[in-house]
């Protein structure tokens, strides 16, 4: 997710490799990721450095701006992309027009002007965001915080995270998704509204939609137990 490296997966990751092989990748700028933040910054980008990287034959997990990137992964790579995990993710982070499920823009508008102002508060409000309205609020925003505090990202990669979600769009890309893809989304996010994942649900030929009641943005720290079985039942089927 933005703002987030791998450490962000923590004792979900332990539980999940109890039955699947993982890999935990951190991004360029993230984490210890030793890649160089330059441009072009894009979905696109990343992932023809996943596909060089990453095994020939994967399932696909991505949290959020991470499963933008697992979506455009997905149409670009099918051949290698084998099964998606989509965990609250939108085509589309930003309300349009025709896209009522999308945060308003003034709103994001305003938010990159407080990164641009003050980074380390913005990455410290966007927990507290992601947790709001979360049954186990306390305890999933102290993770996010204290993830995001272990290694601060690159503010290049953090600002270029920022433009694409302002500006992507997947919308008409996503007939192309063919493979089976389990959409797990809380239904108290306040971030990314739930008709996100139920339209993911409608437009995906091979989705299913879970939808974790009492969690919000981060459901694979809320209950990660019912995640973690939900992931490894999907991908050992």
């Not at 160089?36 to 959020?64: D, F, K």
């Not at 913005?122 to 927990?127: H, K, N, P, S």
């Not at 389990?182 to 939609?209: E, K, M, Q, Y």
Request: aromatic share 8%; net charge neutral; charged share 20%.
């Amino acid at each position: 997710g933005w703002g987030a490296g791998g450490t962000v997966w923590g004792e979900f990751a332990d539980r999940l490799a109890a039955r699947v092989r993982l890999h935990v990748i951190d991004l360029p700028g993230y984490g210890d990721s030793d890649g160089a933040v330059s441009e072009p910054y894009t979905l696109h980008a990343l992932c023809t450095q996943l596909i060089a990287q990453l095994p020939p034959r994967t399932t696909v997990c991505g949290w959020s701006l991470g499963g933008q990137l697992a979506l455009q992964w997905a149409v670009a790579a099918p051949q290698q992309v084998e099964r998606l995990v989509l965990i609250a993710t939108t085509p589309c982070f930003v309300e349009r027009a025709d896209w009522p499920h999308g945060m308003r823009r003034p709103v994001f508008d305003a938010f990159e002007r407080d990164f641009e102002r003050d980074r380390v508060k913005t990455l410290a409000r966007f927990a507290d965001l992601q947790a709001h309205g979360d049954a186990r609020s306390k305890a999933v925003r102290m993770w996010l915080r204290r993830a995001a505090q272990q290694q601060l990202p690159d503010p290049a990669a953090l600002t270029a995270g920022l433009h694409m979600l302002r500006d992507t769009d997947l919308r008409g890309t996503l007939d192309a998704v063919r493979q089976p893809t389990l959409v797990i989304h809380g239904g108290c996010d306040a971030l990314v509204p739930s008709g996100a994942a139920c339209w993911l649900g409608g437009a995906l030929p091979a989705a299913r939609v879970r939808m974790m009641d009492a969690c919000a943005h981060a459901p694979f720290l809320s209950q990660p137990q019912m995640a973690a079985t939900l992931i490894a039942d999907f991908v050992n089927e």
